[in-house]
């Protein structure tokens, strides 16, 4: 069983920067695929961006690209979310997933793939 709770969303101008952070539970953090999708009102849950458990790979909604980084901080329990050039159309409400993974460097863009959610964080960019 993994906890997540996501933190550092909030208000930021288009161009501005956030960094969204994610602390699993457990002791086997290093396990785990790792996910961020986002669902704007009205809209469905998207994926953004994924990295798989050792860190070595990393995948990428095609519109943030250049823009967003995944990091993972294994000794922390914690991945990461780096957020720059934000435009208003980021705007949603962000969550990270967990996925036990067989395999150090396979990303899951699919968020069928994920069994473990946190209840998100807010990110509303202001044009």
């Known amino acids: 069983q993994v906890q997540l709770v996501e933190s550092g969303g909030g208000l930021a101008q288009a161009g501005g920067s956030l960094r969204l952070s994610c602390a699993a539970s457990g002791r086997t953090f290093s396990s785990y695929a790792m996910g961020w999708f986002r669902q704007a009102p009205g809209k469905e849950r998207e994926f953004v961006a994924a990295?798989?458990?050792?860190?070595?790979?990393?995948s990428y909604l095609d519109s943030v690209k250049g823009r967003f980084t995944v990091a993972r901080d294994n000794a922390k329990n914690t991945v990461y979310l780096q957020m720059n050039s934000l435009k208003p159309e980021d705007t949603a409400v962000y969550y990270c997933?967990?996925?036990?993974?067989?395999?150090?460097?396979?990303?899951?863009?699919?968020?069928?793939?994920?069994?473990?959610w946190g209840q998100g964080t807010q990110v509303t960019v202001s044009s």
């Open positions: 990295i798989s458990r050792s860190g070595g790979s990393t």
């Open positions: 997933a967990a996925h036990a993974s067989h395999f150090d460097n396979v990303c899951y863009s699919r968020g069928a793939s994920y069994e473990y």
